[in-house]
């Protein structure tokens, strides 16, 4: 139902617009671990998409590779494995994850749906 009153289709102009005046640009500092202090050149900016965007991607779950010991350790030895890994790992945080590295300053925070189809033999 979100989608429905969320989704909003975009001219290239208007898209233009939007990722120019719309996206946050954010100024950062490099800290030296140690000493808590600036680096010499250490600022940079980083850019992040607008709060409630949404993205839609492809995953396609295959069977682990690599060593034959390694794989029959672990619970994931099939593709379905590998689903069911993914599943339960979303039940557990109630389908939120966090992508990229910006974790200590609470970007990347996503709410994460898997839609799982019988794949094309």
Do not use: W
Not at 18 to 26: D, L
Not at 28 to 35: F, G, M
Not at 90 to 119: E, H, M, P
Request: charged share 20%; proline share 2%.
């Amino acid at each position: 139902m979100r989608l429905k009153s969320h989704l909003a289709v975009l001219s290239d102009n208007a898209f233009a617009f939007s990722t120019r005046f719309a996206t946050e640009v954010m100024a950062r500092i490099k800290l030296n671990p140690e000493t808590k202090t600036v680096e010499g050149g250490a600022l940079f900016y980083q850019e992040f998409l607008p709060a409630g965007t949404l993205l839609n991607a492809l995953a396609i779950a295959e069977a682990p590779f690599g060593k034959k010991e390694d794989r029959e350790k672990a619970e994931l030895k099939s593709a379905q494995g590998v689903l069911k890994y993914v599943t339960t790992a979303l039940d557990k945080t109630s389908n939120v994850i966090q992508v990229g590295g910006d974790a200590s300053i609470g970007k990347g925070l996503c709410t994460a749906k898997l839609i799982q189809s019988q794949g094309v033999n």
